[in-house]
């Protein structure tokens, strides 16, 4: 029997996020690259947190990645964070929705686990990895999701966990309602050798009057860098 308390989470056209009868006015986004081994001579697999490179800038050569938006907009996309001990760039306020995008560019699946809240799966696509150019570390053409057969986003894909199996080429998107608790928590790859080495970040939950005192918010939902449709 289905719990009464129960909310289907959805991305409807335009943006917007849905809980059951509910629609969330203001949702934060944020982007993660999933990068096969292989930049910089690397061994091991690599995630990227992607901040949206402003318009007008001059796109770099290296470290770049480009996907296509409902309507045919192109978000290019660089990291600005790799290792644990990287700046954190992950700042949400307590109470606040956000919607990951995770972008699995090649190589092993992943079981990826978010800490603090339930999620629900609210996109997977296809993409192609064949896009991905490991000696200069970036998309050599811009991502188009393609949506995935029906039987493989199916209720037991899109109900409420903290861990999803994601493979190369595909993109994946979860949403989270980040209450009920404050500080700093973890997001990674379960497999122990990846968490260890170059696949576990950690990210803030803080109350927002605190947060009007943190510079460098790390996420601006609608309103900036990580709002992807």
């Given at each position: 029997?289905?719990?009464?308390?129960?909310?289907?989470?959805e991305?409807?056209e335009?943006?917007?996020?849905?809980?059951?009868?509910?629609?969330?006015?203001?949702?934060?986004?944020?982007?993660?690259?999933?990068?096969?081994?292989?930049?910089?001579?690397?061994?091991?697999?690599?995630?990227?947190e992607?901040?949206?490179?402003?318009?007008?800038?001059?796109?770099?050569?290296?470290?770049?990645?480009?996907?296509?938006?409902?309507?045919?907009?192109?978000?290019?996309?660089?990291?600005?964070?790799?290792?644990?001990?990287?700046?954190?760039?992950?700042?949400?306020?307590?109470?606040?929705?956000?919607?990951?995008?995770?972008?699995?560019?090649?190589?092993?699946?992943?079981?990826?686990?978010?800490?603090?809240?339930?999620?629900?799966?609210?996109?997977?696509?296809?993409?192609?990895?064949?896009?991905?150019?490991?000696?200069?570390?970036?998309?050599?053409?811009?991502?188009?999701?393609?949506?995935?057969?029906?039987?493989?986003?199916?209720?037991?894909?899109?109900?409420?966990?903290?861990?999803w199996?994601?493979?190369?080429?595909?993109?994946?998107?979860?949403?989270?309602?980040?209450?009920?608790?404050?500080?700093?928590?973890?997001?990674?790859?379960?497999?122990?050798?990846h968490?260890?080495?170059?696949?576990?970040?950690?990210?803030?939950?803080?109350?927002?009057?605190?947060?009007?005192?943190?510079?460098?918010?790390g996420?601006?939902?609608?309103?900036?860098?990580?709002?992807?449709?």
């Open positions: 029997m289905l719990d009464r308390s129960f909310r289907r989470y991305h409807l335009g943006g917007r996020l849905r809980a059951g009868h509910e629609i969330v006015e203001h949702h934060e986004h944020l982007w993660v690259g999933i990068i096969p081994p292989g930049p910089a001579g690397g061994v091991h697999p690599e995630m990227w992607l901040a949206e490179i402003p318009a007008g800038e001059t796109l770099p050569e290296r470290e770049l990645i480009q996907v296509v938006e409902h309507g045919g907009a192109v978000r290019s996309l660089r990291p600005v964070a790799k290792l644990f001990d990287d700046a954190t760039t992950i700042r949400l306020n307590r109470g606040d929705w956000a919607a990951w995008h995770f972008l699995h560019l090649g190589g092993p699946a992943h079981p990826m686990h978010i800490h603090m809240a339930d999620f629900q799966a609210i996109g997977r696509r296809r993409i192609d990895p064949a896009s991905w150019d490991p000696v200069r570390a970036r998309t050599t053409a811009p991502l188009v999701g393609r949506p995935v057969p029906p039987e493989e986003f199916d209720d037991l894909v899109r109900a409420p966990k903290d861990t199996t994601m493979n190369a080429g595909e993109w994946y998107s979860v949403a989270g309602h980040f209450e009920g608790a404050s500080g700093s928590f973890m997001y990674h790859c379960h497999i122990l050798d968490e260890d080495h170059t696949m576990m970040r950690p990210f803030t939950v803080l109350p927002r009057d605190i947060m009007t005192f943190h510079a460098g918010h996420s601006s939902g609608h309103d900036g860098g990580h709002h992807p449709h």
